[in-house]
């Protein structure tokens, strides 16, 4: 099996299966994706996650906020690692949270359409 096609299948099983009761009980459900610090090292814009999330979600229409636009500048990422996370940690700072909120805001004022980039 392909580099984490695995992992990838039992996450899309649960997410199925919460997918499945929010629309019993008429909630919608939005996906969002967002790089780890390795990928945007890696400039990796459409990672395996963007675009496995992506097919899955709209099999069902459910919306995604794609946050890799925000993070993966195509510059090896340095700079963004710093003004975002919190030094040597995968967790976003203070600066990281506030950019995930805004543009999470600006996605929610545009109606969640079916796919939405943030960033650009």
């Not at 967790?91 to 109606?111: D, Q, S, V, Y």
């Amino acid at each position: 099996m392909a580099y984490g096609q695995e992992g990838l299948a039992r996450a899309a099983e649960n997410m199925t299966r919460l997918y499945e009761l929010l629309s019993k009980h008429g909630i919608r459900l939005t996906i969002a994706v967002y790089p780890w610090p390795d990928q945007i090292v890696s400039n990796d814009i459409e990672s395996i996650q963007v675009s496995y999330w992506k097919k899955w979600a709209q099999a069902r229409d459910v919306p995604v906020l794609n946050y890799f636009p925000c993070f993966v500048k195509g510059d090896g990422g340095d700079a963004v690692l710093d003004e975002y996370f919190i030094p040597g940690d995968v967790h976003w700072n203070e600066r990281g949270h506030r950019l995930i909120a805004e543009n999470f805001l600006r996605f929610r004022e545009t109606g969640m359409t079916s796919e939405a980039c943030c960033c650009e």
